[in-house]
T-cell receptor
């Protein structure tokens, strides 16, 4: 069964460093998303991406964050200068249609720890 | 305010019993989805119910949606130890792509 894959599963980084989280969405999906979940809290929407551009972003997704689809298969989330409060589980998701009309498939997540 | 607010309960039930959890939301939605998350793992999609549907079944899962009350329930029948997880509802509001998740219900099924 097709699945969304994320790498790495766990990343530890020092505050102020740049990190890139990688995702391979399901191949025939057109809509891609990043969400995050701070330990013990809700899953929060960060950004959606369609047709090589951001279609929507939340207030969390500030200038420190960027997304890219560098080739036909990968979808990345970059955090330019990590802060302690960026520590969270980051989930990539993809859907065939817009997230409002069809189910979104999530990856297993990358646990980011900023020290 | 957040959409997809589950009743913040932690359920502890015996294997074989049914588990019911609820979710309420605040704005008009396109659909409502339920997800399961095993400890420290990813989100697994369980079921999607559209705004024009009132009830949906998938295996041992039964979801209801009451748009007049802006609420949904998830029933897991004949629970198994493997159902131990957190369950989240997520709403897809009209007009945007984001899913709004609730805080989740922790369900523990005791063998």
């Amino acid at each position: 069964e097709p699945e969304v894959t994320q790498t790495p599963s766990h990343q530890v980084t020092q505050m102020g460093q740049e990190v890139i989280l990688r995702c391979v969405p399901i191949s025939n999906h057109l809509y891609f998303y990043w969400y995050r979940q701070i330990l013990g809290q809700k899953v929060e929407f960060l950004v959606s991406f369609y047709n090589n551009e951001i279609s929507e972003k939340s207030e969390i997704f500030d200038d420190q964050f960027s997304v890219e689809r560098p080739d036909g298969s990968n979808f990345t989330l970059k955090i330019r200068s990590t802060k302690l409060e960026d520590s969270a589980m980051y989930f990539c998701a993809s859907s065939e249609k817009t997230g409002g009309n069809t189910e979104a498939f999530f990856g297993q997540g990358t646990r980011l720890t900023v020290v | 305010s957040q959409q997809g607010e589950e009743d913040p309960q932690a359920l502890s039930i015996q294997e074989g019993e049914n588990a019911t959890m609820n979710c309420s939301y605040k704005t008009s939605i396109n659909n409502l989805q339920w997800y399961r998350q095993n400890s420290g793992r990813g989100l697994v999609h369980l079921i999607l119910i559209r705004s024009n549907e009132r009830e949906k079944h998938s295996g041992r899962l039964r979801v209801t949606l009451d748009t007049s009350k802006k609420s949904s329930s998830l029933l897991i029948t004949a629970s198994r130890a493997a159902d131990t997880a957190s369950y989240f509802c997520a709403t897809a509001p009209y007009g945007n792509n984001r899913l709004a998740f609730g805080k989740g219900n922790q369900v523990v099924v005791i063998p």
